[in-house]
C-alpha cells in the first residue's frame, strides 16, 4: 500500500506548500486542490485511490483535511513524506493566523481593528450553522431510509446539540455515547449480542495551569475531535473562556472568524487560544499538540485504514456519531450567538444566515464583509469593544 520514493521531498515540500497558502474556504478547498494536484495535474494517485483517502481520513478524529493532505504526501513517500507535507500544508495558516493573533487580541488595538473583529465575530454563529446544514444529506443517505433509522438519526442530533449548548467540555462524551448507541442497535438488528466498549473522556484536568493546561485543551482539539473544526468550538469556548479565563467571549468569536479567514483547517483556532494563554509560544505549543494525533495517526496507522474502514462496527460507530456531530456543530451557534454584546450585531449576523443559508455564498466573503460592517459601525461611533 505503501509508496516510497516516487516524488522528491523537494516536490511535496512546494506542492504542499502552495495548498497551504492557497487553501481558503476549508475542507472543501483543501479536497479540491489536492485531487487537482495529486490526481489530475501530476497523476501521482489513482481517482479510487484518493476517494478511499478521503473515506479513510474521515474515520478518524481531528481535522480531516490536515490528515488527508498528510495521507496523499504518505502514499507517495512514506512517513518523511508525510512529515514534510503535513507541515508545509499546515505552517502558511498557521504563521498568518498567528501574526493577526497579535493584531487582534493587542492590548489596545485600533479602533477599526475592535470593530472588524466585532463584525466577524458576529457571523460565526451564521458559519457554524451553514457547516451543520452541509452535512445533512450525506449523513441521512448513510443513516438509511427506514423510519427507526431516520428517528436514531434525530435522536442522536438533538442529543448533539443538546450537548453543545448545555455539557460544554463533555461534549465529546455524549458523540461516543451516540456511536456506541448505533453499534449496539446495529448488532441487535444482525440477531447478535451488542458489542462491550468502554471509552472514557477526560474533559479537564484541573490541576494543570499554565503550558499544561495549553497543550491539555490543544489535546483535546487534536484527538478527540469527530467531523471536523466545528464540532470543537463548544469545546474550546468553555475551556478558554470559562474555565482557564483566557479570553472574553467576544475574543473567542474573533478567535473562530481568523479560523475562517486564514487558510488551512479551522483546527488553527487553537493556535489563537494559545497566544491569549501564553503568547507566540503558547500559540505554537497548541498547534503542535493540536495536529500532532493527524501525524501519528497517518504514519503509525496508515497501512491499516482499508481493514478499519472494512469493519462494520467501525461504520455503525460513525453512523451514530455523525448525526450527534451534526447536533453540535448547529448547537454550538447557540452560545456563539449569546456571547454576541451589540445591537448592530445581531444585523450582521441576520445578513449572514441570508447569505450563507439562503443564497448559498463562500464562507470568506461572509465573514469579510462582516468585518467591513463593523468597521463602519466603528467609524459611525456604535460600540464595538
Not at 471509552?199 to 495551569?209: D, E, K
Amino acid at each position: 500500500m505503501e509508496r516510497t520514493g516516487r516524488v522528491g521531498l523537494a516536490t511535496i515540500a512546494r506542492e504542499w506548500g502552495r495548498i497551504g497558502v492557497l487553501g481558503f474556504g476549508g475542507p472543501p478547498a483543501h479536497i479540491l486542490l489536492l485531487r487537482r494536484l495529486c490526481v489530475e495535474r501530476r497523476g501521482w494517485l489513482g481517482p479510487d485511490e484518493f476517494e478511499d483517502g478521503i473515506a479513510a481520513t474521515n474515520l478518524l478524529p481531528g481535522p480531516a483535511s490536515t490528515q488527508l493532505a498528510v495521507f496523499t504526501a504518505w502514499r507517495l513517500r512514506g512517513a518523511p513524506g508525510a512529515l514534510v507535507g503535513g507541515v508545509c500544508f499546515v505552517a502558511p495558516g498557521l504563521v498568518l493566523i498567528l501574526a493577526l493573533s497579535v493584531l487582534f487580541l493587542a492590548g489596545d488595538p485600533p479602533l477599526w481593528v475592535l470593530g472588524a473583529a466585532a463584525g466577524a465575530g458576529a457571523a460565526v454563529p451564521a458559519v457554524a450553522v451553514q457547516a451543520a446544514t452541509s452535512l445533512i444529506p450525506g449523513s441521512l443517505a448513510r443513516a438509511g431510509r427506514g423510519r427507526s433509522a431516520r428517528a436514531c438519526w434525530a435522536g442522536y442530533a438533538l442529543a448533539g446539540a443538546g450537548a453543545a449548548v448545555l455539557t460544554g467540555p463533555w461534549l465529546v462524551l455524549v458523540l461516543i455515547a451516540a456511536g456506541l448507541a448505533e453499534v449496539a442497535v446495529r448488532a441487535r438488528g444482525r440477531g447478535r449480542p451488542g458489542a462491550a466498549a468502554l471509552a472514557a473522556a477526560l474533559p479537564a484536568l484541573p490541576v494543570l495551569g499554565g503550558l499544561g493546561a495549553v497543550a491539555w485543551v490543544a489535546f483535546k482539539v487534536g484527538a478527540l475531535s469527530y467531523g471536523g473544526g466545528f464540532v470543537i468550538i463548544p469545546l474550546m469556548q468553555d475551556d478558554a473562556v470559562h474555565r482557564y479565563h483566557w479570553m472574553t467571549d467576544g475574543q473567542f468569536l474573533n478567535a473562530v472568524a481568523l479560523g475562517q479567514v486564514t487558510p488551512g483547517p479551522v483546527v488553527h483556532t487553537v493556535a489563537v487560544v494559545g497566544y491569549a494563554a501564553a503568547g507566540i509560544g503558547g500559540g505554537l505549543l497548541a498547534a503542535a499538540v493540536a495536529f500532532a494525533p493527524s501525524f501519528l495517526f497517518v504514519i503509525l496507522g496508515g497501512r491499516h485504514f482499508d481493514r478499519l474502514r472494512a469493519d462494520r462496527r467501525v461504520q455503525d460507530f460513525l453512523t451514530g456519531a455523525g448525526p450527534a456531530v451534526i447536533g453540535a456543530i448547529a448547537g454550538s451557534a447557540v452560545p456563539l450567538a449569546v456571547a454576541l454584546g451589540h445591537g448592530w450585531q445581531w444585523v450582521v449576523l441576520a445578513a449572514a444566515l441570508l447569505r450563507l443559508a439562503v443564497a448559498r455564498k463562500g464562507v470568506v466573503l461572509t465573514l469579510l464583509g462582516a468585518g467591513a460592517a463593523g468597521v463602519l459601525a466603528a467609524v459611525a461611533g456604535l460600540p464595538v469593544a
